[in-house]
Structure formats: C-alpha cells, structure tokens
C-alpha cells in the first residue's frame, strides 16, 4: 500500500554557504542546480493547485543516525513572515461565505492557526455541512497562494540561524499544514529550501503525524517543533520526546506574547528566533555531573 510519507532527497552541507545563509548558487553541478522560481510563475501558475497530489509510491526513508538532532519548523508565521496577509485573505473568504463581519472572522482564524483550515472551519462553523465547508477551504488555499505567497518573505533573521543550526550540525525540517509542493517552491524561491533535509505538508497528514514520522526517521536524538501557535505546542507536547519551542507574535489586533506559547508547552518562546541556537544548544546539554572526591584515606 503506497506510503503517504514521500522520500525526502538529503541535501548535503556545504562549508562555503553565503554569510546571508542561502543557498549557494553556483558551485552546483548541473544535476543539483535549482534555479530560483520567478515570482509570476510562483504566483499564477505553480502555486494555484488546491488539491494534494497523488500519494507516492516509493516506501518512506529508512531510520538513520543524525549528529545531533532535528530542528522542525511550521512555516506560515515562524519561518515566513505571512500571517497578517493570509489572515485578511482568510476573513475575506468566511466573512463572503458565511456572514461573518471581517474582522470577526480574522480574529476567529487567528485564534486557530495552527490546525488544517478545513479543520478550522469544522471548529468554527459545525453547523455548516462538510461539502460547503470543503468546497470554502479550497478558495482560501486558492487565495492563499496567489495574494498571501504572492508577497511571502522570510522573517529577517532567518537565512543567518539556518545556517549557523546547519553548521552546528543540526538537521533542519518543515511540518506545515500547506501542500508539501508549494512549501518546496516557496522555500525555493527564498534561496532557503537547500537547508532543509525534509518537507512534510497537508498531504502527508498533521503536525502530529509528521513529528511521529520525522521520530521514526530519526531515531534516539532530540526532536523540536519551533511554531507560532497554540495548536503547534501542543502538537509538540503531545509527542512523547518532541520538545515545542514558540515564535510570539503581535499582529493588529492580535498578539500572541511568549508566555502564552509557554503556557501552552512551549519551552522557549520569543519575538525573534536570533536566539534559538543557543536555546536548542542549551536544553540538550549534558548535565555536568560533580567531580568524584577520591576513596577515604587517598589522595
């Protein structure tokens, strides 16, 4: 039976990445060369498929051992700073399909970013019959990716703690609730994907489902989940060994400060993620044990 976890190509670390921490453009071979998607044809063309595509057949990856441990990060909020454009999209789609005032409905997205939007109206609109609630989440994904992507950048730190995670030896992963193939090509067009070993998306199941995937794959090392929401936490926290860790953020009429992720499993949160290096160095430190004092009676 096909797997719903698609091979991910591992991407190796090279030494002589740029100080911004994008990818290095030209010492590729011709084989390895991405170029980097136009905006236009990121907007108009590759990005307007709402669906999943097929499950792949190929088996999943094979556990293996990683240096030091894995770093995953939701996309939308934590790596791309795209919430306040894709939560007016939102309020635009629900405010016109089912009457509720714009700001109302922004407010009411926010409150559940997170989960599969199609799960976001399941929690908001229960009275809706599921065939209309589908037939909404697909304009938003619609929208979504032509007017939110269409303008996505990351968040200004970004490039240079990829790059400096990598280089301490980390492997470095997305779980998003977007389709694995528009996170590709997202992270493409940034001049970022490079640092990712792996990418799971909407097609390949929930939060929940890629930390257990991402456990089987890499095995017997720490695992973080950096995210930008209630639901992230505690998908991180409901995870035995997955450790969630918050980005914070103050969006008109909405924040979200640090010690609320906290209060909801996060154990690091902050504005910026300048300093998650250190915070992940930190929480898997070994404990320094103290010096044994010598038998009675020696020196």
Do not use: C
Request: charged share 25%; net charge negative.
């Amino acid at each position: 039976m096909p797997s719903r976890f698609e091979t991910d190509v591992t991407r190796p670390q090279r030494p002589d990445a740029p100080a911004d921490g994008r990818a290095p453009a030209l010492e590729s071979s011709p084989r390895d060369e991405v170029p980097l998607i136009p905006l236009p044809v990121l907007a108009n063309k590759s990005l307007d498929t709402p669906e999943p595509s097929p499950l792949p057949e190929e088996p999943p990856p094979e556990p293996r051992r990683v240096p030091r441990g894995v770093i995953a990060f939701d996309l939308d909020g934590t790596i791309l700073d795209d919430l306040n454009h894709i939560s007016e999209v939102a309020a635009d789609v629900m405010s016109k399909a089912f009457g509720t005032p714009p700001e109302e409905a922004r407010i009411h997205y926010l409150a559940t970013t997170g989960l599969p939007f199609e799960a976001q109206l399941a929690q908001l609109y229960p009275d809706v019959p599921a065939p209309e609630r589908h037939t909404v989440a697909l304009l938003f994904h619609q929208r979504k990716a032509k007017e939110a992507y269409g303008t996505a950048h990351p968040f200004p730190e970004i490039p240079r703690v990829l790059k400096r995670l990598s280089q301490e030896k980390w492997t470095l992963a997305i779980s998003t609730g977007a389709e694995k193939e528009i996170a590709d090509l997202l992270l493409e067009r940034e001049g970022i994907r490079y640092w990712f070993e792996a990418v799971l998306g909407a097609g390949q199941g929930t939060k929940r489902e890629h930390l257990a995937e991402y456990r089987r794959r890499y095995p017997d090392v720490p695992l973080f989940l950096v995210g930008d929401s209630r639901f992230d936490m505690e998908a991180a926290s409901s995870v035995p060994g997955v450790i969630a860790l918050g980005r914070a953020s103050s969006l008109p009429g909405w924040a979200l400060a640090p010690k609320d992720l906290e209060k909801w499993g996060a154990a690091w949160a902050d504005h910026s993620l300048s300093g998650l290096p250190e915070k992940v160095a930190e929480l898997t430190a070994k404990p320094i044990g103290r010096p044994r004092r010598p038998a009675h009676g020696k020196r």
